[in-house]
């Protein structure tokens, strides 16, 4: 269940990046040779010329480049697009590299535009059905916040919580048969019974549990008794109007966080054990469908999307900004780039990233 989820999430985020390429180019008068839902090799694809439809069957090559075909593809994972002269390599004057340097700039920008807009509608979308949010005494809640609990938010590996199971995201509803209504019940009274077993009441996914907690008398350095991170935390409905309000600002912040995010990684020393690829994603997909359910997917989905969209626009060769890159530099010339070095600039860029993304899905499988 967990990897069906993980390749749709992957899908429609790469889906819906390449549909802004496909767009845009489309409305800049380029040539696109095919838009593909998934990768080659090709299973169907279809041609729509003088009012007919013609269809072909499998990855077998196209005669006519000058209609599109729309295809679905053997690899159901996202999608792409391909426009004669991407590559800088037609003069087609109907190719990209043919185009005004505006056309050009917003066909490699869309993709990472339409995955930020993206990211704003899932936001939305899970403010209108009820986003979990830390409450607290927080006063500037966007809407009122139903089913608050004191629940679960961090759980260190190894501690004794860990060992007994206890998992992000569990509602913790008593200790020891006494109920508890606020973290600070449940910090002070484990505070006061450090070293002892206790018995957690939890809820997980509208099912309780009871769990046999032990506890260290010494923990280790920012580490209480038991483990865990306590939050008071609710579910918080808003209104269309509102949700879409507050998908934007959801949005607005989750990008802002990312470069900082980056920051802390490697200020901390970090670095490349802090990274993760499509394993360590598939593993999140599994953790967050465990805590939060398919609802929780929602604002997760919506993450992935800013970070994809973050990730395309780095001035790398082989991604979408490393090709902004070199249009601006053409733009600053007045002149086209030598496109030899170009191509062999995002050529190994593309050779670097994957041998980055085999090690890091290395570690992901074999390091926790």
């Known amino acids: 269940m967990t990897l069906l989820i993980f390749l749709i999430i992957l899908s429609v985020l790469v889906f819906v990046h390449e549909l802004g390429h496909f767009i845009v180019a489309k409305k800049s008068g380029m040539n696109v040779e095919e838009f593909g839902f998934g990768f080659p090799p090709r299973l169907i694809g279809v041609q729509k010329k003088d009012g007919n439809f013609k269809v072909i069957w499998g990855p077998k090559q196209v005669q006519d480049k000058q209609t599109t075909v729309y295809s679905i593809n053997w690899i159901f994972a996202g999608g792409f697009v391909k426009i004669t002269g991407e590559n800088n390599d037609d003069e087609n004057h109907a190719s990209f590299v043919n185009k005004p340097f505006s056309a050009r700039f917003f066909t490699l920008t869309a993709g990472v535009i339409m995955n930020v807009l993206l990211a704003v509608v ?61 973290t600070s019940d449940v910090i002070s009274y484990i505070k006061t019974n450090a070293g002892k077993s206790f018995n957690f009441t939890v809820r997980r996914q509208q099912v309780e549990h009871s769990l046999a907690v032990n506890s260290a008398q010494t923990p280790p350095p920012n580490q209480g008794p038991t483990g865990i991170g306590l939050g008071l935390f609710g579910t918080v409905k808003c209104s269309p109007a509102l949700a879409i309000k507050q998908g934007v600002i959801a949005s607005y912040y989750g990008l802002i966080n990312i470069p900082l995010g980056l920051y802390d990684v490697f200020t901390s020393g970090a670095g490349f054990q802090a990274l993760g690829g499509p394993v360590r994603i598939y593993q999140e997909t599994d953790k967050v469908k465990d805590q939060a359910g398919v609802q929780g997917l929602i604002p997760f989905a919506a993450f992935l999307s800013l970070n994809l969209a973050f990730l395309n626009i780095l001035p790398i060769p082989a991604l979408d900004g490393g090709r902004v890159m070199f249009l601006l530099i053409e733009k600053i ?27 890091i899905s290395i570690k992901d499988v074999f390091v926790r």
Do not use: W
């Open 122 to 182: 899932l936001y939305a979308v899970s403010f209108n059905l009820g986003a979990p949010l830390m409450v607290g005494e927080r006063a500037d809640l966007p809407c009122p916040a139903e089913g608050v609990a004191v629940t679960i938010h961090t759980v260190v590996p190894g501690s004794p919580a860990d060992h007994a199971g206890i998992k992000v995201g569990d509602q913790v509803l008593g200790l020891d048969g006494i109920q508890v209504h606020d």
């Open 333 to 359: 010339r007045r002149k086209r780039n030598r496109q030899i070095v170009e191509q062999t600039a995002n050529a190994i860029g593309f050779l670097l990233l994957l041998l980055l993304l085999v090690a």
